[in-house]
C-alpha cells in the first residue's frame, strides 16, 4: 500500500509542485490548507495576505486538477494565541522575533503534524526549499540547506525535532526555483507564476507598529531617546517603533547619524549610537534546539546567521551547563538583535539554532 502524505498547501507555487512530486514519487496525497487568521482581525485586506480566500481557491483548484480531496484546517485560535500573541509580547519587551519560525514550530509541524496522524497520515510535506538525510552513524535526522541557496529556508526550520523530522519531507530541497516555476507552467497550474510572499502574513504592508496597537488595543507612550552615554537626544514614539540597527525614521537631528542601540522597555527608553558602535562578537541565546547532535558541551568551529538574510559567519559554539548557547564570532558582527534566531551551521548541515537573548 502507498504511504500517505498530507500536503501542507498555501495557495502558492512551492507547495503545489510540491503535491505534484509526492504524487509522482507514488504517494497517496491529500492537500490541506491552514486557517490562521481572519485578515479583518489583523486590520488588513482580503487581497493581502497569503491567507486570503483566493490563496484557499487556488489550492483547491491545485488540489483538484491533480485528483486530491483538500481539506482547511481552522487554527486561527491557536495562531492567535501562539504566533500573534508571541510576537506582540515580544516587541513590547524590546525584541525582534520572527513569527515564520514559531509558526512552523508550533502550528505546521505541531498541530499540523499530530492532525495528519489521526488522520493516519505518515507525512505532512511542505514547499520549504531544505533537505532531511537520516545519518546511519549518528542514528539522527540532519536538515540540510537547499541546493538552490537563495531559497533556502534552513534558518526557518531550525526548530524542528528528530520525531518531527521523521514524519516531514520537504520534496523541493533539491530544486531550484526556476524549476519548480517550469514545473507548474508545464502542467498549466493557475499559480505557475504567482509572485511569492516576502512579508509576515499578518503584517504585509510591514506597519507592524499599527498591527501591534490594532491587535492589543494599547497604546504605546512616548519617552526619551538617549545617548550611549545618557544623555537625552529627544522623544521617541513608543518603543515598538523601532529595531536594534534602524536609523530611518528616528526624527533627531544629529551631527552625524544615529542608530537604535538599545531598546529598554523597563524605563521606556531608546539608545542611539553610531554605527560602529552596533558591532559585537558574541551572542548568548535560550530556547535552545540541536538537530545533527546532542549537546554542544564543547567548543565546535561552524558557521552562523543571526538573521534569515544574514550571509552565514564563522563563529565558536558551545553550550553552558544551564543550556545557554553562546556564540564567539571571529570577526564583529553589526546589529546582533534580541529576539531573532541564530542558526548554526557546518556546511550544508543545520547543527541548531536558539532565540537570541
Same mark, same amino acid.
Given at each position: 500500500?502507498?504511504?500517505?502524505?498530507?500536503?501542507?498547501?498555501?495557495?502558492?507555487?512551492?507547495?503545489?509542485?510540491?503535491?505534484?512530486?509526492?504524487?509522482?514519487?507514488?504517494?497517496?496525497?491529500?492537500?490541506?490548507?491552514?486557517?490562521?487568521?481572519?485578515?479583518?482581525?489583523?486590520?488588513?485586506?482580503?487581497?493581502?495576505?497569503?491567507?486570503?480566500?483566493?490563496?484557499?481557491?487556488?489550492?483547491?483548484?491545485?488540489?483538484?486538477?491533480?485528483?486530491?480531496?483538500?481539506?482547511?484546517?481552522?487554527?486561527?485560535?491557536?495562531?492567535?494565541?501562539?504566533?500573534?500573541?508571541?510576537?506582540?509580547?515580544?516587541?513590547?519587551?524590546?525584541?525582534?522575533?520572527?513569527? &515564520?519560525?514559531?509558526?512552523?514550530? !508550533? /502550528? +505546521?509541524?505541531? #498541530?499540523?503534524?499530530?492532525?495528519? $496522524?489521526?488522520?493516519?497520515?505518515?507525512?505532512?510535506?511542505?514547499?520549504?526549499?531544505?533537505?532531511?538525510?537520516?545519518? &546511519?552513524?549518528?542514528?539522527?535526522? !540532519? /536538515? +540540510?540547506?537547499? #541546493?538552490?541557496?537563495?531559497?533556502? $529556508?534552513?534558518?526557518?526550520?531550525?526548530?524542528?525535532?528528530?520525531?518531527?523530522?521523521?514524519?516531514?519531507?520537504?520534496?523541493?530541497?533539491?530544486?531550484?526555483?526556476?524549476?519548480?516555476?517550469?514545473?507548474?507552467?508545464?502542467?498549466?497550474?493557475?499559480?505557475?507564476?504567482?509572485?511569492?510572499?516576502?512579508?509576515?502574513?499578518?503584517?504585509?504592508?510591514?506597519?507592524?507598529?499599527?498591527?501591534?496597537?490594532?491587535?492589543?488595543?494599547?497604546?504605546?507612550?512616548?519617552?526619551?531617546?538617549?545617548?550611549?552615554?545618557?544623555?537625552?537626544?529627544?522623544?521617541?514614539?513608543?518603543?515598538?517603533?523601532?529595531?536594534?540597527?534602524?536609523?530611518?525614521?528616528?526624527?533627531?537631528?544629529?551631527?552625524?547619524?544615529?542608530?537604535?542601540?538599545?531598546?529598554?522597555?523597563?524605563?521606556?527608553?531608546?539608545?542611539?549610537?553610531?554605527?560602529?558602535?552596533?558591532?559585537?562578537?558574541?551572542?548568548?541565546?535560550?530556547?535552545?534546539?540541536?538537530?545533527?547532535?546532542?549537546?554542544?558541551?564543547?567548543?565546535?568551529?561552524?558557521?552562523?546567521?543571526?538573521?534569515?538574510?544574514?550571509?552565514?559567519?564563522?563563529?565558536?559554539?558551545?553550550?553552558?551547563?544551564?543550556?545557554?548557547?553562546?556564540?564567539?564570532?571571529?570577526?564583529?558582527?553589526?546589529?546582533?538583535?534580541?529576539?531573532?534566531?541564530?542558526?548554526?551551521?557546518?556546511?550544508?548541515?543545520?547543527?541548531?539554532?536558539?532565540?537570541?537573548?
Amino acid at each position: 500500500m502507498a504511504e500517505k502524505a498530507m500536503i501542507a498547501m498555501s495557495g502558492g507555487v512551492d507547495s503545489s509542485v510540491a503535491a505534484f512530486l509526492m504524487l509522482q514519487a507514488g504517494y497517496s496525497c491529500v492537500g490541506a490548507t491552514m486557517q490562521l487568521f481572519h485578515n479583518e482581525d489583523a486590520g488588513i485586506s482580503k487581497e493581502k495576505s497569503c491567507c486570503s480566500l483566493n490563496d484557499v481557491m487556488d489550492a483547491k483548484l491545485i488540489s483538484s486538477k491533480l485528483g486530491m480531496l483538500h481539506y482547511v484546517f481552522n487554527f486561527s485560535d491557536s495562531f492567535r494565541e501562539i504566533v500573534m500573541k508571541r510576537f506582540s509580547e515580544a516587541y513590547e519587551h524590546g525584541a525582534t522575533p520572527n513569527p &515564520c519560525i514559531d509558526c512552523n514550530r !508550533f /502550528l +505546521k509541524f505541531d #498541530v499540523m503534524i499530530r492532525r495528519a $496522524q489521526e488522520m493516519q497520515f505518515d507525512y505532512v510535506v511542505t514547499g520549504h526549499y531544505a533537505r532531511i538525510e537520516f545519518d &546511519c552513524s549518528s542514528g539522527r535526522y !540532519f /536538515l +540540510k540547506k537547499g #541546493v538552490d541557496a537563495g531559497k533556502d $529556508q534552513s534558518y526557518v526550520l531550525y526548530s524542528l525535532t528528530q520525531e518531527q523530522l521523521a514524519h516531514v519531507r520537504f520534496p523541493l530541497g533539491t530544486y531550484r526555483k526556476e524549476e519548480i516555476r517550469e514545473i507548474a507552467q508545464k502542467n498549466g497550474f493557475v499559480n505557475a507564476h504567482k509572485k511569492d510572499s516576502q512579508d509576515i502574513c499578518f503584517v504585509p504592508d510591514g506597519d507592524y507598529a499599527g498591527f501591534l496597537t490594532r491587535f492589543t488595543g494599547k497604546t504605546y507612550p512616548e519617552g526619551d531617546f538617549l545617548s550611549t552615554n545618557g544623555n537625552i537626544l529627544g522623544k521617541h514614539r513608543g518603543i515598538i517603533h523601532y529595531t536594534v540597527g534602524q536609523r530611518k525614521g528616528l526624527g533627531i537631528s544629529a551631527a552625524y547619524p544615529l542608530y537604535v542601540q538599545k531598546i529598554l522597555p523597563e524605563t521606556n527608553q531608546v539608545i542611539l549610537g553610531k554605527n560602529e558602535e552596533l558591532f559585537s562578537d558574541s551572542l548568548t541565546a535560550e530556547d535552545v534546539n540541536l538537530i545533527s547532535r546532542e549537546t554542544l558541551s564543547e567548543p565546535v568551529q561552524c558557521s552562523a546567521k543571526i538573521r534569515y538574510r544574514h550571509p552565514e559567519q564563522p563563529c565558536t559554539a558551545w553550550q553552558s551547563d544551564d543550556g545557554i548557547l553562546h556564540v564567539k564570532f571571529h570577526q564583529p558582527q553589526r546589529a546582533i538583535t534580541k529576539g531573532q534566531a541564530v542558526v548554526l551551521y557546518q556546511g550544508d548541515i543545520v547543527i541548531g539554532g536558539g532565540t537570541i537573548q
